[in-house]
Structures are given as structure tokens and as C-alpha cells.
């Protein structure tokens, strides 16, 4: 016990107090982050959509964010972090209260495009803020403090919104994600500093030699292919599970609800205190492709576990494990590997992976689940986990002699 408590102890001291303030500001924005969660089931449920129309609206999703990542790593190689995030946040929250007037397919994903746009815009200048506010020695724990505050926010939203879901109504759900992004904002205003931009001569040399380029860098392009098809695998867990559980194993709104949030408080009892461990090993690699391996024994389960309650928990388990393990080490190789001046493109490619990943996780994983039965879309996505584990092991021979 005492080993336990020291543990968590060292994972938790000497961060940066700014990382800090944005690991808080982030669990306000995330826990009302639900959006994405149960939008598949508002459009169903309330609309009467097929599965298949739901896929292709929240492939949108997906568009805007591989858009909002581009410009917002575009932008935050020439202008201020700060100024980036609270933009996003503020202007996402605007925008996602259009849904409450939003009816027709047309329209429902036009704003979950434009949501996705301004809201992923964030996503590289926050990237660049970590890497500011933090070194080599704790950039990895730095990152699973984000991650947790992030999980922890998912473990409260995703059980709120499906008690609101089912007593409220969905409308609900998209006035509280709204109010969360205000508050967050807020937050960063009143508590980060403002630094002026740090564009100068030396800076714009470096943006305009092409060899820095993220694009240039062949090793860094696979693995964000490789990132691509993870979150390909991994996303399934919000793309098409709230339909499998709700159409197959005939869970409601709360009960899904609870079963996401159990990913997000797994993660945050877990990830800490592994990566304090793990980040003192050299080959940080291997820890990637450990939580991809997890990827299809947590398929495996769902397709032999008949809909049971006790299998949804145990994939529910080894998805945690797989995040747990690998996306903080994804994370910090992509922040770390580039120069500074090229931060933003670097993790905007980064964050492009996640959100072509979310343009064809619904898209793919729905139309399999339709057509064939969910048990023939597990049978394509632990195949498809078993090869990104070559691809991440071949990786690894080069990357780590």
C-alpha cells in the first residue's frame, strides 16, 4: 500500500502549475464533451435516421476536425497559443447551441462540421502549450495529466448525459457541452499567462526551410498512418458500440452512458501511475505497440461474449489498457520530435490522424455492423489491430536501434 501511495505521490509532484491550469480547464471542457457520444443515438432515436445516415452525418465530425487540426497547426506557428484556445473554445460553444434548431440531415451536419472545425483548432496550440510549459524529463506525465483530467471529465459527462439523455432530452445535452466550453474558457483567461508571440526572425527561417518540414520527415508520416488506424480501431468504442449495446444488447441511454464512463475512470485510476513507471524505460516504443495489442483481445471479447454485461466491462477494460498504454507515448513522441517552430504542424498531422480516424470510424464501422452484423465488424477490426501491431513493431526496429 505504502509503494501504491508513493507512487501516485511522485506521478502528481513537480508539474508546472500552467500544466495545472490547463489539465483543469480541460476536465470542465470535457465533461460536458457528450456530443460525440450520443449524437449517433439523438439522431435514431429522435429523428429516426438509419444507422447508416447517422455514420455518414457524424463522418462530418471528422471532416471538420482534420480541418480545424490543419488551420489550427497553421496558426499556431505564427500566432499566439493562448489566443488560439480561447477562440476555440468560445466560438465551438456558439456554434454547438444550433443544433437545438438544427432538424434536417443537411443542416445537423453542417453544424457538426463547423463544431468540429472551430473545436479542433485547439488541438495543435494546446499541443504547443504542454511543450512550452514542460521538459523532456516530465513532458510524459505532463501529457497523462491532461489525459486524465480529460478521462476523468469523460467519466462524469458520458454519466451525466445519459441520465439527461433519457429524462431530459438530448436538447439538454448540447446546452451543457456549450456551457462547459465557456467555462473552460474562462478558466484559461483568467489563470494562464498571456505570453506576447514569439514569431521573430530566426522562427520564419525555420517555417520556410522545407527540410524542417513535417511532411519531409518519412518516419513521422508512418506513424501517423499508423495513429490513423489505431484510432480507426479504438474510436469504435463511440462510433458504433452505443449502437451495438443499445440494438444488440438492449442497454439504455444511462446504462451506455455508464459503461463510457467506466473507460474514462479506469483511465484516470490506471494511466498515471503506469506511465510514472513506464516512462523511466528507454524504449518507449514497446509501450506503444503493448496498448495496440490490446485492441483485438478487446473485439475478441464482444464477439464471443454473446452480450453479456460482464464481456461489454472486460473490453471496456482492455480499450482502457490500450489508451493507457499507448496514446500517452503517441503524444509525446509527436510533440517532442520536432523542432519548436514546427510544433503546430507537427501536431496538427498528429491530430489530422485522430480526426480522419473519426471521419471513417462511423462510416466504416456502422456500414460493416449494417450490412454484415456486428460480429463481421469485429472480426474487420481485430484483423485490422493485428497488422497496425506489425506496422508499429517494424516502426520500432527503426526508430529505437
Request: glycine letters at 6%.
Amino acid at each position: 500500500m505504502n509503494f501504491i501511495l508513493s507512487l501516485y505521490k511522485e506521478a502528481f509532484s513537480n508539474l508546472n502549475r500552467n500544466i495545472w491550469i490547463l489539465a483543469i480547464a480541460m476536465f470542465i471542457n470535457r465533461s460536458g464533451s457528450i456530443v460525440l457520444l450520443f449524437t449517433s443515438l439523438y439522431l435514431t432515436n429522435e429523428f429516426h435516421f438509419t444507422i447508416i445516415d447517422a455514420g455518414f452525418i457524424m463522418s462530418f465530425y471528422g471532416i471538420g476536425s482534420v480541418l480545424g487540426s490543419y488551420i489550427g497547426g497553421w496558426l499556431t506557428d505564427r500566432k499566439n497559443h493562448f489566443d488560439i484556445m480561447i477562440f476555440s473554445l468560445v466560438v465551438s460553444g456558439c456554434i454547438l447551441l444550433l443544433l437545438l434548431v438544427a432538424t434536417s440531415l443537411t443542416a445537423i451536419a453542417t453544424v457538426i462540421f463547423f463544431y468540429a472545425l472551430t473545436a479542433d483548432i485547439f488541438r495543435p496550440a494546446n499541443s504547443a502549450a504542454i511543450a512550452n510549459y514542460t521538459n523532456e524529463t516530465d513532458r510524459t506525465r505532463s501529457v497523462s495529466l491532461m489525459r486524465l483530467a480529460i478521462n476523468l471529465g469523460f467519466s462524469v459527462g458520458p454519466a451525466i448525459g445519459g441520465f439527461v439523455a433519457l429524462y431530459l432530452g438530448y436538447h439538454f445535452l448540447f446546452v451543457l457541452d456549450a456551457c462547459t466550453s465557456f467555462a473552460a474558457a474562462i478558466m484559461m483567461y483568467r489563470f494562464l499567462p498571456r505570453k506576447k508571440s514569439e514569431l521573430n526572425r530566426h522562427k520564419n527561417d525555420v517555417l520556410s526551410d522545407s527540410k524542417t518540414s513535417a511532411y519531409r520527415d518519412f518516419k513521422y508520416l508512418l506513424f501517423i498512418l499508423l495513429v490513423a488506424l489505431y484510432g480507426l480501431c479504438f474510436f469504435q468504442l463511440f462510433a458504433s458500440m452505443p449502437q451495438y449495446f443499445n440494438k444488440i444488447c438492449h442497454y439504455n441511454a444511462d446504462t451506455i452512458g455508464l459503461l463510457l464512463a467506466l473507460n474514462g475512470l479506469l483511465v484516470v485510476i490506471i494511466e498515471m501511475p503506469l506511465v510514472t513507471v513506464l516512462e523511466k524505460k528507454k524504449k518507449r516504443f514497446h509501450f506503444i505497440i503493448v496498448g495496440v495489442i490490446c485492441l483485438p483481445i478487446s473485439f475478441a471479447t464482444l464477439l464471443f461474449g454473446k452480450g453479456l454485461m460482464l464481456m461489454a466491462i472486460i473490453y471496456t477494460l482492455f480499450m482502457t489498457l490500450s489508451e493507457a498504454f499507448a496514446m500517452p507515448f503517441m503524444f509525446n513522441y509527436a510533440i517532442s520530435r520536432p523542432k519548436k517552430e514546427r510544433q503546430g504542424q507537427y501536431s496538427a498531422l498528429y491530430s489530422i490522424s485522430y480526426g480522419l480516424a473519426n471521419i471513417a470510424a462511423p462510416v466504416i464501422g456502422l456500414t460493416i455492423a449494417a450490412k454484415y452484423g456486428f460480429n463481421n465488424m469485429f472480426i474487420f477490426f481485430i484483423v485490422l489491430s493485428i497488422l497496425i501491431v506489425i506496422g508499429f513493431s517494424l516502426l520500432s526496429r527503426k526508430q529505437e536501434q
